[in-house]
Every structure is written in C-alpha cells, then in structure tokens.
C-alpha cells in the first residue's frame, strides 16, 4: 500500500490539481505525495480524498494520523467558516432598522467573542480572512460615526482597534464583560464541535 505525505503549500499561485481551484476559492492548499506521485490540492478536496481514504496510511510530517485526528479534520471543514457571514449587511430585517449604535455594538462583540476564541480559547471558527474583513468593517463603522462609537457598550476596550490584532482587547473587558463574552465564545465552539 502506498504511503500519503501531506505538506502545506504556500505558494501564493497555486492551483488544485482536482478542481482547478486557486488559493482565493480555497482556505488551505496542500502538496501530497502518494507513492512517487505528487500533486496540490486544495482543502475541499483534501476532505473528499481524506474520506474516502481513511484506511490509507496517511503521514503528515511524519506522524501517522489516527481515527482521531481524521475525525478532528472532518469537523474542521469548510462548514465551521460558515458560521456566520463575515461582511455583516445591515440591509434585512431587523438589522435594517437598527440604529447606528446598535449596528456598532453588534460588530464590536463578534470582535470581541472572536478575539476571545482566538487569544483566550486558542482556537478559532472563522478564517484569518474572515476576521480581517470583519475587523475593516468594525474600524470603518467606528471612524465614520467617531461620535456614536463613543457611546458603545464595548468601546472603552476597542476604542483604539485597528485591526491589526486583537491580543489585548480581552484583557481591557470589565470582569462582567469577560464573563458574558467568554460564555458566549464557548457556546458558539461548543455547538460548532470545537471544544
């Protein structure tokens, strides 16, 4: 039986061998050598060959994986990113009719329950992408309406947020804050498998 090694690829440029994905359609790309064959692939695929090979031998840097860790993969599929959509349209009900306080707040605390997750929980159900745009999408709202921001539940501890990390802003919560904000970031992990 042929061995499978999996490496991550990095290459900015390219492309799944399978479905002709590009690192843009894709969360992670990966080089795998099965036998003396090599080829890229991206994650969606990896998951459908990684299901129908779970019998295979498979090494990544040079540890076998266990029916554990292929369990772990499989829950960490596309579907955990879908969670929520990042980018929040404020243009359904009842968003539509919130204020813009209201609007500022609600991003705030997914920041907030994600910086959690990451930082505090190390763990994470939304891509580095995901975040990022998120993030761009809180520090536009707070520098556009500077004086609603500054009336939000959450500012004093996002009042300087650019985006560029989120390591510091569980540590800057009032005890209140980190108790409701955490239980909150365990309840979404939780329902998601992740803990």
Same mark, same amino acid.
């Given at each position: ?15 799944? &061998?399978?479905?002709? @994905? ?13 036998? @003396? ?19 295979? /031998?498979?090494? &990544? @840097? ?16 596309? /579907? ?42 190390? &763990? /994470? ?48 919560? @009032? ?21």
């Amino acid at each position: 039986m042929a061995k499978i090694k999996m490496r991550l690829n990095k290459d900015e440029d390219a492309i799944c &061998t399978c479905c002709k @994905n590009g690192r843009d359609l894709s969360l992670d790309m990966y080089d795998v050598k099965i036998g @003396n064959v090599y080829f890229t692939i991206c994650d969606t695929c990896n998951e459908t060959l990684l299901a129908k090979s779970l019998r295979a /031998s498979c090494l &990544t @840097n040079g540890r076998l994986k266990s029916k554990e860790d292929i369990a772990i993969i499989r829950r960490r599929g596309r /579907s955990k990113y879908e969670i929520w959509n990042m980018k929040v349209s404020f243009d359904k009900l009842p968003s539509k009719y919130w204020s813009d306080k209201v609007k500022i707040e609600y991003i705030q605390r997914r920041v907030i329950v994600f910086c959690i997750m990451y930082y505090r929980l190390n &763990t /994470s159900c939304i891509s580095d992408r995901d975040f990022d745009e998120l993030s761009k999408q809180l520090v536009e709202l707070q520098s556009n309406k500077k004086d609603v921001a500054k009336q939000t539940k959450y500012y004093y501890a996002l009042y300087d947020y650019d985006g560029s990390t989120g390591f510091h802003v569980y540590n800057r919560l @009032n005890n209140s804050d980190k108790e409701y904000l955490l239980l909150i970031a365990k309840n979404v992990l939780s329902i998601k498998g992740l803990i």
